[in-house]
T-cell receptor, first 113, second 116 residues
């Protein structure tokens, strides 16, 4: 079985401040990890993924995520948040030998000007 | 590529009516997923197709829901008869899950269904 936990329903930050969205996962085998972003009335957009190699993964729009195997975490980060980063963020995990992608409940990010 | 295309974007119908949602996946992708999103339950996987064959339909809520994929470029999700509790946003997503591919999903814009 596999699962994802996003412990924060909401994250509020001021523009220009660092942004972190937390994610922990559980999977029996080796994971593929993903972050998606959803803007209002839109579909989910792929941001970045961890497959193997460097624990720090860089993605779209200046986002990055750090894979920590010992803590089974994959936190999303952005050094300097923008108002336009306000959206719903989903973490997802897939066992490498499975097709099914398990999503977290999502974290709403609000960046205030 | 135009991405995953869904239609209609919005559908308002009355209880008991048949609803058909349509999806065109990204060309070359061999896997297609239907998801439902609600505030209460988040994202739920309804059904997964691989090479046009339904592999896992365990998420389909009940017999009122059915999905087909007659060819690699088209899929439908049908609800008959519809009920108010079916009101949700339905997403179609496709991916390339061939050997060596990491299989990230590409989502359509969704079909927002309201059943009165």
């Amino acid at each position: 079985a596999q699962s994802v936990a996003q412990p924060e329903d909401q994250v509020n930050v001021a523009e220009g401040n660092p942004l972190t969205v937390k994610c922990t996962y559980s999977v029996s085998g080796n994971p593929y990890l993903f972050w998606y972003v959803q803007y209002p009335n839109r579909g989910l957009q792929f941001l970045l993924k961890y497959i193997t190699g460097d624990n720090l993964v860089k993605g779209s729009y200046g986002f990055e995520a750090e894979f920590n195997k010992s803590q089974t975490s994959f936190h999303l980060k952005k050094p300097s948040a923008l108002v336009s980063d306000s959206a719903l963020y989903f973490c997802a995990v897939r066992d490498r030998n499975d097709y099914k992608l398990s999503f977290g409940a999502g974290t709403t990010v609000t960046v205030r000007a | 590529d135009a991405g995953v295309i869904q239609s209609p974007r919005h559908e308002v119908t009355e209880m008991g009516q048949e609803v058909t949602l349509r999806c065109k996946p990204i060309s070359g992708h061999n896997s297609l997923f239907w998801y439902r999103q609600t505030m209460m339950r988040g994202l739920e996987l309804l059904i997964y197709f691989n090479n046009n064959v339904p592999i896992d339909d365990s998420g389909m809520p009940e017999d009122r829901f059915s999905a087909k994929m007659p060819n690699a470029s088209f899929s439908t999700l049908k609800i008959q008869p519809s009920e108010p509790r079916d009101s949700a946003v339905y997403f179609c997503a496709s991916s390339d899950q061939g050997r060596g591919n990491t299989g990230e999903l590409f989502f359509g814009e969704g079909s927002r269904l309201t059943v009165l």
